[in-house]
């Protein structure tokens, strides 16, 4: 399985970027969670969001109202639509692949890094003042 982020770039403040994620191999996509991380220098990688094989999505606090992630499963692509981007939006924004075991899984489960299976190598995103 390989995911492949794309999309980043330098934007400045106030901008919007959209990354995207795509999938290959041996992966039932639509039947997968897929969430977005970042890592800023010197920081350890944190969640962002995540979109549910049923479409739900659930974001962090600091995205919230100005990120949006949606998905296309005839595509096996995931995006990330980043508006009102801040300076402290900077960082390598990497995308993963969860399974969802349980429709009843709670999206918070996916905060986690663990509850991946498969990520991506990560895309660039600075945004300047």
């Known amino acids: 399985v390989q995911l492949q982020a794309s999309g980043g770039g330098l934007v400045q403040a106030g901008g919007s970027l959209r990354l995207s994620c795509a999938a290959s191999?041996?992966?039932?996509?639509?039947?997968?969670?897929m969430g977005w991380f970042r890592q800023a220098p010197g920081k350890e990688r944190e969640f962002v969001g995540v979109?549910?094989?049923?479409?739900?999505?659930h974001y962090s606090e600091s995205v919230e109202g100005r990120f949006t992630i949606s998905r296309d499963n005839a595509k096996n692509t995931v995006y990330l639509q980043m508006n009102s981007l801040k300076p402290e939006d900077t960082a390598v924004y990497y995308c993963?692949?969860?399974?969802?075991?349980?429709?009843?899984?709670?999206?918070?489960?996916?905060?986690?890094?663990?509850?991946?299976?498969?990520w991506g190598q990560g895309t660039l995103v600075t945004v300047s003042t």
């Open positions: 993963a692949a969860a399974p969802v075991r349980s429709v009843i899984t709670p999206m918070t489960f996916f905060e986690r890094r663990t509850a991946y299976n498969f």
């Open positions: 191999g041996r992966i039932f996509f639509s039947s997968n969670a």
């Open positions: 979109i549910g094989s049923r479409s739900t999505t």
